[in-house]
């Protein structure tokens, strides 16, 4: 039987949680279809990441949907997967393939309408897309899918000379508006406890280092390659996030069984309380970091499994060509 042939198209310029579901997605997919993925060819930390056994076309950021057009008219493929606005914008609707993409962000039918089958990832984008979005619509939780810890907790305290006793809190993403960083930071100013370091890890973290100039108990990091060090050095992981569409990282400290201080959001409002997860509101005056206890917690994680969501998507791809037919 033929294999069924992917093209998944993300042209965007960083590395956060689209780039990261796309490498997650391909690398799952290159193992039963015949894949292959069209970025921007200054994006080289998304190429560092992406499968290399997965086919990569790299395009310039001049005349994308030309070029779109003419790598998707030589490749033929059975399925078109887009990420972000920039990608869908550039796929024109065909009868001779299917146009899938992931809603990353807020829902726009102006963006979407010429998809085939769109995926959301919470209750809120599925109810406003079924309002105008002509196509097929399916609903997909994220995944928790993390590296082996390849350093120990005491060797990455010694480098970033945390004192052995202190306890460790924790925030990974990127420093922009959205992640609520400047909460955390201001939060932690206001209380944070004797015998205690705040980490912040995310991309965009220069305008950051001002502002905690003197505050020794204060780490801010740029992009990690592998966080699993990270989350296993946290005692307690904090996220404010203002929004999201859903989050990967509040999944992840979840499965290093970590306590977890979270807002609450239309990301994560769907299925947050079903977990022993303590919601805050982190513009209240309430107190966040006080009377934290660092006591593991196992959480079930089923809903979230890597393999069972990378397989819902490739169903979603195997129904669209059905009906075709």
Not at 122 to 141: D, R
Not at 250 to 267: C, N, R, T, W
């Amino acid at each position: 039987m033929k294999k069924i042939k992917i093209i998944h198209i993300l042209i965007s310029k960083g590395f956060a949680g689209s780039e990261k579901y796309l490498c997650d997605l391909i690398d799952y997919q290159s193992k039963f279809f015949d894949v292959s993925v069209i970025i921007l060819k200054k994006n080289m930390m998304l190429k560092k990441y992406i499968n290399k056994n997965v086919k990569t076309i790299q395009i310039i950021d001049f005349f994308k949907k030309i070029q779109i057009t003419k790598i998707i008219d030589k490749d033929k493929p059975d399925i078109v997967h887009t990420h972000l606005s920039n990608a869908a914008k550039c796929v024109n609707k065909s009868n001779k393939f299917k146009i899938v993409a992931t809603a990353h962000m807020n829902f726009k039918n102006s963006i979407l309408k010429n998809c085939d089958g769109l995926i959301v990832s919470n209750n809120t984008q599925f109810k406003e897309a079924a309002k105008n979005f002509k196509g097929a619509l399916f609903k997909s939780y994220l995944w928790a899918r993390l590296k082996p810890i390849t350093k120990s907790k005491l060797k990455l305290k010694n480098e970033l000379r945390i004192p052995k006793k202190n306890i460790v809190f924790g925030s990974i993403g990127r420093f922009h508006p959205q992640k609520g960083f400047d909460l955390i930071l201001k939060k932690f100013k206001q209380e944070a406890p004797k015998d205690s370091t705040l980490i912040l890890i995310g991309n965009g973290h220069d305008e950051f280092k001002k502002k905690i100039k003197n505050y020794k108990n204060i780490v801010l990091l740029g992009h990690i390659d592998n966080v699993s060090n990270y989350y296993n050095l946290f005692d307690v992981a904090i996220f404010a996030s203002r929004w999201e569409t859903f989050g990967f990282t509040l999944v992840e400290a979840m499965q290093f069984q970590l306590p977890i201080v979270s807002s609450i959001h239309i990301g994560n409002k769907d299925w947050i309380k079903k977990f022993k997860i303590k919601i805050f509101n982190f513009n209240q005056k309430k107190k966040i970091f006080s009377n934290l206890d660092k006591i593991k917690i196992k959480y079930d994680l089923s809903i979230f499994d890597y393999k069972n969501k990378c397989s819902e998507i490739t169903s979603i791809y195997k129904s669209l060509l059905i009906d075709e037919k």
